[in-house]
């Protein structure tokens, strides 16, 4: 995946009714579309399509390897139009290894707020974190963390607690 325009033609092929046609449409974005895509195939995830169209959803957001992805989908989770597909909107991140190092406090607020196997897939996407944001960044997740840590399920409190020790 690359930048720049949709294409009107691909466009109309997701919204058709025939899976073969929306996946030709998700085979050519995966061999030549752009991250402009990533609203539509989460709008598409969301609609809940058939198995084999999700599948190919979560197989290209799992091996998106454009780093510009990364503030879309931290977009697109922290958006209530897509809460129904957070859990996999953040199991893609920890899939495809983009470096998600800023925006580190959207996950920290996925475990806080999320039910706890979303919190789980958030988590994972920490602990992968090959290098950590900037030190204000950390600073803010931090406080957020210990706000909430009273209020933490015994496994949300885990969680924050690794976290915790991970970036301080």
């Known amino acids: 995946m690359n930048h720049g325009k949709t294409d009107k033609n691909i ?29 539509l195939m989460f709008d598409l995830l969301k609609s809940q399509p058939d198995l084999e169209i999700e599948k190919e959803i979560k ?16 977009e697109a989770l922290q958006s209530d139009q897509y809460r129904p597909i957070r859990k996999d909107l953040i199991t893609a991140c920890w899939q495809n290894g983009l470096d ?11 475990i806080i707020e999320e039910e706890w196997e979303t919190g789980f897939e958030a988590f994972t996407v920490i602990e992968n974190l090959k290098v950590l944001p900037k030190q ?8 957020k963390i ?21 970036i301080c």
């Open 11 to 39: 466009e109309s092929r997701l919204q058709s009714e025939r899976s073969v046609i929306v996946l030709s449409a998700l085979d050519e974005i995966k061999t030549k579309g752009n991250i402009s895509y990533l609203p």
């Open 59 to 74: 197989n290209i957001l799992g091996s998106l390897k454009v780093e510009e992805a990364t503030s879309v989908i931290a």
């Open 100 to 110: 998600y190092k800023e925006h580190l406090p959207v996950f920290v607020d996925m």
């Open 136 to 143: 204000d960044v950390i600073d803010e997740c931090v406080i």
């Open 146 to 166: 210990k706000n909430s840590l009273s209020e933490a399920s015994d496994k949300k409190r885990y969680f924050l607690e690794e976290i915790l020790a991970l």
